[in-house]
């Protein structure tokens, strides 16, 4: 009984020295089970903050942010497409030129032409076994055709597709017989062909035409370029068009057919030494398209044209 007692008693000893070490271990763990309530807490509210999302006024900034960006881009997209463009339709001149080549040296080098016969005299036709392929005599900023729906009064539009009723588009006309199938938007100058002098009495005199590839000049002699109809004869009095990508189908004024704003102010061309480069619209009437076309004509600076003479849409051109 006393050994009980004893060890009843040095255990309340030892309890009463214990309770300063029990109640800082409860401060301490008081201390750290707030600190993980505060975690807990704090980690909440960030998830709840990203469940939130944007703003209104956050998502209006981002907006407006890339519309700028668009807005900034897209000119020099557009450039940058068009720049292109513009070089493969140079390199569709120059595969044009091989195939010129090739025709004139089997036909002692004289041109093919609209006014030396028949349908099978015209360029697409008459040249089709040197190439085979009709897209090639497509622009690749023209692609889109008259036939199906394209706006005829555009520079970006494509001539044709001919069709066996003798229709082609929104014109009905005999001259279309014959073509079926045919279509481009490329034009050749058609003062190049090689006529007879019956047809060419007909044309103003068979002296004006070039009919061959091998003559003085040749560097300034356009022989195929961009153009809203398969050919044509312009001559130096021919006006501007009104607008751009005015369609012009018969009369005179056939320089129209050919001065339009396919290139950036500006279209490509091949010519009668074979060679290709970009032509200024205002340079088309310092060409020499025939033999006896004036360079110094009505419509160039040496001529006496005036920047008000010109229409409105071609006045921030080139003058020559």
Aim: glycine share 14%; aromatic share 12%.
């Amino acid at each position: 009984m006393r050994r009980i007692s004893e060890f009843r008693r040095s255990e309340g000893k030892i309890g009463c020295g214990a309770g300063p070490a029990i109640e800082a271990e409860g401060a301490i763990t008081g201390t750290a089970s707030a600190a993980v309530h505060s975690a807990y807490e704090t980690g909440g509210q960030g998830r709840r903050g990203m469940l939130e999302g944007f703003t209104l006024v956050e998502l209006l900034v981002v907006i407006a942010i890339i519309a700028l960006l668009m807005s900034i881009l897209m000119p020099a997209l557009n450039r940058a497409k068009g720049q292109a463009k513009d070089v493969l339709c140079q390199s569709n001149l120059h595969q044009w030129g091989t195939i010129y080549s090739m025709y004139t040296g089997d036909n002692d080098g004289k041109i093919c032409g609209f006014a030396t016969g028949g349908p099978e005299h015209l360029w697409p036709i008459s040249l089709l076994p040197y190439y085979g392929e009709m897209d090639l005599c497509l622009c690749p900023a023209a692609i889109r055709f008259v036939s199906e729906g394209a706006n005829p009064d555009s520079a970006f539009s494509a001539w044709g597709i001919f069709t066996e009723d003798n229709t082609w588009g929104w014109i009905q006309d005999e001259w279309v017989g014959g073509y079926e199938g045919m279509y481009g938007s490329y034009g050749a100058n058609e003062w190049t062909g090689n006529v007879n002098d019956e047809v060419g009495e007909g044309y103003g005199g068979a002296d004006k035409f070039w009919r061959r590839t091998d003559v003085r000049g040749a560097s300034n002699a356009p022989l195929l370029l961009d153009c809203d109809f398969p050919g044509g004869f312009p001559e130096h009095m021919d006006p501007p068009p009104e607008y751009d990508g005015l369609f012009w189908f018969k009369g005179e004024g056939e320089m129209m057919r050919f001065c339009m704003n396919r290139h950036n102010m500006a279209l490509n061309g091949l010519f009668l030494d074979l060679t290709v480069r970009r032509i200024q619209l205002k340079e088309l009437w310092t060409l020499k398209w025939h033999r006896d076309f004036a360079t110094n004509g009505t419509w160039t600076v040496a001529g006496g044209v005036k920047p008000e003479h010109w229409p409105d849409w071609m006045r921030k051109c080139r003058d020559f």
